[in-house]
C-alpha cells in the first residue's frame, strides 16, 4: 500500500494523478472528522498562513536593507549622471558584463565619444575578479558607473529601464569559455540562457524599447569544414555546450524579435584577444607560462594537423560593436506589444585571416624573448573545433567593418600591456 507521502507527492511532477483523489478524501476525512472541528482547524491554518507571510515579508524587507548593494537616491543619482549624452544624436546605452574584457574596452569607447554609458557586471570569480575590479577603475575614472549585479535579477534590471530610458543594449555578459562547460554546465544556462531571457523581458517591457546588440560566438559554426564561414552556414552541429547556449540564444533572441518587435543584432566573435583580455585564453595563459619558465600545452587535431583560429584584435571588435550600435535600427514595441517588423540581424566579426596555434606561440616567444616549452597534446574532445575562419564581408558591407590590426601587431600590444600590468621579475611575472 502506498504511504501517505507518495499519495500527497505524485512522483511526476506537474501531473496530479486524478484516480487518487478518493484515497486522498479518505484520509482527510480521518483527520479532521465533524464540520466544527473542520471550521476550526481551516480557521486555525489561516492565522497560521497570514502570520507566516508577514514574517516573510519582514524578513525579505530588512534583508534588502541591509544587504542590498543596489537601490536608494544617491544610486539612481548616479545610474542617471553615467547615462548622461554629452554629443548631438547620441544613445545611452546599457552594457552588461561592463567589467570583462569587450565589455570594457565597449564602454570606454562609447564614452569617449560622448555617449551615455551604464555598465552591469557580477564580478564573477571565473578568472581572477581583481582584473575585473581593475577594469572597472579605469571606467569609473572615465565617469562610467557599474551596478554590481546579475542579469538574472529582474528586479534590478527593470529597477535600471525605470531609472533611465536606454537607447541601447550592448548585451556582453556572458559565461565564456569553450572547454570550462565541461566542469561547470550549468553556469552557462544560468547566464547564456537564463540571463539572456531575463534581460529580454525587461527590454520587451520597457518604455521605449531599446535597441538590442548582443555576443553571440564564431562557435556556432561547430563541426563546419566549409570555410570561411558564413552568416548562412548551417549551425546546427554545436562541439560544446558553451557553442549550443550561444546557438539558443540566437534563437532566443529572434523570438523576442518576432513577437515584440524587439531590435536585435547578434554578433560571432571570433577569438577576440588584447591588452586587459581574459586570463583563462590561450595566448593570455601562454604568456603567463612562457614567463614563467613553465611549459604549455598546445593542442594538435587530426592526423596531427596544427589548429588554426581567425584571432580577432579587441580594437576591431569595438569598431564593429559600435557600428552595429549605430546602424541598429529602432525597436518597434511599446507597452510589451509589438507595433511593426524590427530588424534581425547577425553578423561575422572576425579578423579573416586565421593564424596556428604554434604560430601563435612563436610570436609571443619573439615579443617576450623568452622561449616557450612546447607540449604538444593531441586535442582532447572537450569541445574544441579544429579552426575557424570568418567571413565578413557581410559586416562590411552593412557596418563598415574592416579590421586593421594582424596578430603579429595585436600580441605586441597585448604583451605590452601584460608586462605593464604584472610587471616582469627575471622572467616571473608578478601575478
Ligand atoms: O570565438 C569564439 O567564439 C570563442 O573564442 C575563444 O575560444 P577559443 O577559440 O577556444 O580560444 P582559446 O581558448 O584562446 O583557444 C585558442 C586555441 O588554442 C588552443 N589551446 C587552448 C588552450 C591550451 O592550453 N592549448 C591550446 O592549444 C585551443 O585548442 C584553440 O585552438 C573564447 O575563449 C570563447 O569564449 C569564444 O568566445
Same mark, same amino acid.
Given at each position: 500500500?502506498?504511504?501517505?507521502?507518495?499519495?500527497?507527492?505524485?512522483?511526476?511532477?506537474?501531473?496530479?494523478?486524478?484516480?487518487?483523489?478518493?484515497?486522498?478524501?479518505?484520509?482527510?476525512?480521518?483527520?479532521?472528522?465533524?464540520?466544527?472541528?473542520?471550521?476550526?482547524?481551516?480557521?486555525?491554518?489561516?492565522?497560521?498562513?497570514?502570520?507566516?507571510?508577514?514574517?516573510?515579508?519582514?524578513?525579505?524587507?530588512?534583508?534588502?536593507?541591509?544587504?542590498?548593494?543596489?537601490?536608494?537616491?544617491?544610486?539612481?543619482?548616479?545610474?542617471?549622471?553615467?547615462?548622461?549624452?554629452?554629443?548631438?544624436?547620441?544613445?545611452?546605452?546599457?552594457?552588461?558584463?561592463?567589467?570583462?574584457?569587450?565589455?570594457?574596452?565597449?564602454?570606454?569607447?562609447?564614452?569617449?565619444?560622448?555617449?551615455?554609458?551604464?555598465?552591469?557586471?557580477?564580478?564573477?570569480?571565473?578568472?581572477?575578479?581583481?582584473?575585473?575590479?581593475?577594469?572597472?577603475?579605469?571606467?569609473?575614472?572615465?565617469?562610467?558607473?557599474?551596478?554590481?549585479?546579475?542579469?538574472?535579477?529582474?528586479?534590478?534590471?527593470?529597477?535600471?529601464?525605470?531609472?533611465?530610458?536606454?537607447?541601447?543594449?550592448?548585451?556582453?555578459?556572458?559565461?565564456?569559455?569553450?572547454?570550462?562547460?565541461?566542469?561547470?554546465?550549468?553556469?552557462?544556462?544560468?547566464?547564456?540562457?537564463?540571463?539572456?531571457?531575463?534581460?529580454?523581458?525587461?527590454?520587451?517591457?520597457?518604455?521605449?524599447?531599446?535597441?538590442?546588440?548582443?555576443?553571440?560566438?564564431?562557435?556556432?559554426?561547430?563541426?563546419?569544414?566549409?570555410?570561411?564561414?558564413?552568416?548562412?552556414?548551417?549551425?546546427?552541429?554545436?562541439?560544446?555546450?558553451?557553442?549550443?547556449?550561444?546557438?539558443?540564444?540566437?534563437?532566443?533572441?529572434?523570438?523576442?524579435?518576432?513577437?515584440?518587435?524587439?531590435?536585435?543584432?547578434?554578433?560571432?566573435?571570433?577569438?577576440?584577444?588584447?591588452?586587459?583580455?581574459?586570463?583563462?585564453?590561450?595566448?593570455?595563459?601562454?604568456?603567463?607560462?612562457?614567463?614563467?619558465?613553465?611549459?604549455?600545452?598546445?593542442?594538435?587535431?587530426?592526423?596531427?594537423?596544427?589548429?588554426?583560429?581567425?584571432?580577432?584584435?579587441?580594437?576591431?571588435?569595438?569598431?564593429?560593436?559600435?557600428?552595429?550600435?549605430?546602424?541598429?535600427?529602432?525597436?518597434?514595441?511599446?507597452?510589451?506589444?509589438?507595433?511593426?517588423?524590427?530588424?534581425?540581424?547577425?553578423?561575422?566579426? *572576425? %579578423?579573416?585571416?586565421?593564424?596556428?596555434?604554434?604560430?601563435?606561440? +612563436? $610570436?609571443?616567444? /619573439?615579443? !617576450?624573448?623568452? =622561449?616557450?616549452?612546447?607540449?604538444?597534446?593531441?586535442?582532447? *574532445? %572537450?569541445?574544441?573545433?579544429?579552426?575557424?575562419?570568418?567571413?565578413? +564581408? $557581410?559586416?562590411? /558591407?552593412? !557596418?563598415?567593418? =574592416?579590421?586593421?590590426?594582424?596578430?603579429?601587431?595585436?600580441?605586441?600590444?597585448?604583451?605590452?600591456?601584460?608586462?605593464?600590468?604584472?610587471?616582469?621579475?627575471?622572467?616571473?611575472?608578478?601575478?
Amino acid at each position: 500500500m502506498p504511504s501517505l507521502e507518495e499519495e500527497l507527492f505524485p512522483s511526476t511532477p506537474g501531473k496530479f494523478k486524478i484516480d487518487r483523489a478518493h484515497t486522498m478524501n479518505r484520509h482527510f476525512h480521518r483527520c479532521f472528522g465533524s464540520t466544527s472541528t473542520m471550521f476550526l482547524w481551516a480557521l486555525f491554518l489561516v492565522a497560521l498562513t497570514a502570520s507566516y507571510l508577514s514574517f516573510q515579508s519582514f524578513v525579505y524587507t530588512s534583508s534588502r536593507y541591509f544587504t542590498a548593494s543596489w537601490g536608494g537616491i544617491q544610486w539612481e543619482k548616479q545610474i542617471r549622471h553615467s547615462a548622461q549624452i554629452h554629443r548631438s544624436n547620441g544613445m545611452s546605452v546599457l552594457v552588461t558584463g561592463a567589467a570583462g574584457f569587450v565589455g570594457s574596452h565597449v564602454s570606454l569607447a562609447l564614452k569617449k565619444r560622448g555617449d551615455g554609458v551604464v555598465g552591469i557586471d557580477n564580478f564573477n570569480n571565473y578568472y581572477d575578479p581583481s582584473l575585473k575590479r581593475a577594469r572597472k577603475s579605469l571606467l569609473n575614472n572615465q565617469g562610467i558607473f557599474i551596478v554590481e549585479g546579475d542579469i538574472n535579477d529582474a528586479r534590478l534590471i527593470a529597477k535600471l529601464f525605470d531609472t533611465v530610458a536606454f537607447t541601447h543594449v550592448m548585451h556582453l555578459a556572458a559565461q565564456a569559455g569553450v572547454r570550462y562547460a565541461m566542469e561547470n554546465p550549468h553556469s552557462y544556462v544560468h547566464s547564456n540562457i537564463a540571463g539572456l531571457v531575463t534581460l529580454l523581458e525587461a527590454c520587451k517591457s520597457a518604455n521605449p524599447q531599446p535597441s538590442v546588440v548582443w555576443a553571440s560566438s564564431s562557435s556556432v559554426y561547430g563541426l563546419n569544414e566549409k570555410v570561411p564561414f558564413s552568416e548562412s552556414d548551417r549551425t546546427d552541429q554545436p562541439a560544446s555546450l558553451y557553442a549550443a547556449t550561444k546557438k539558443a540564444g540566437e534563437e532566443i533572441t529572434h523570438t523576442y524579435n518576432h513577437i515584440y518587435g524587439l531590435s536585435i543584432t547578434g554578433l560571432r566573435f571570433f577569438t577576440v584577444y588584447g591588452p586587459w583580455g581574459r586570463p583563462d585564453m590561450a595566448y593570455f595563459s601562454f604568456t603567463r607560462n612562457i614567463l614563467q619558465g613553465k611549459p604549455i600545452t598546445v593542442y594538435r587535431g587530426k592526423d596531427r594537423a596544427d589548429l588554426a583560429r581567425d584571432f580577432t584584435f579587441i580594437d576591431d571588435i569595438v569598431k564593429g560593436c559600435v557600428g552595429s550600435l549605430d546602424t541598429s535600427g529602432k525597436s518597434t514595441g511599446s507597452g510589451g506589444k509589438k507595433r511593426g517588423p524590427a530588424p534581425y540581424r547577425i553578423f561575422n566579426l *572576425g %579578423n579573416t585571416s586565421p593564424v596556428t596555434v604554434p604560430t601563435l606561440v +612563436s $610570436l609571443l616567444e /619573439r615579443h !617576450l624573448k623568452v =622561449k616557450a616549452k612546447r607540449n604538444f597534446v593531441d586535442m582532447p *574532445g %572537450n569541445g574544441d573545433v579544429p579552426f575557424t575562419h570568418a567571413n565578413i +564581408s $557581410l559586416a562590411h /558591407r552593412e !557596418l563598415g567593418y =574592416k579590421p586593421t590590426t594582424d596578430l603579429a601587431t595585436g600580441l605586441k600590444k597585448f604583451v605590452k600591456w601584460y608586462l605593464s600590468y604584472y610587471g616582469y621579475n627575471h622572467g616571473k611575472a608578478v601575478n
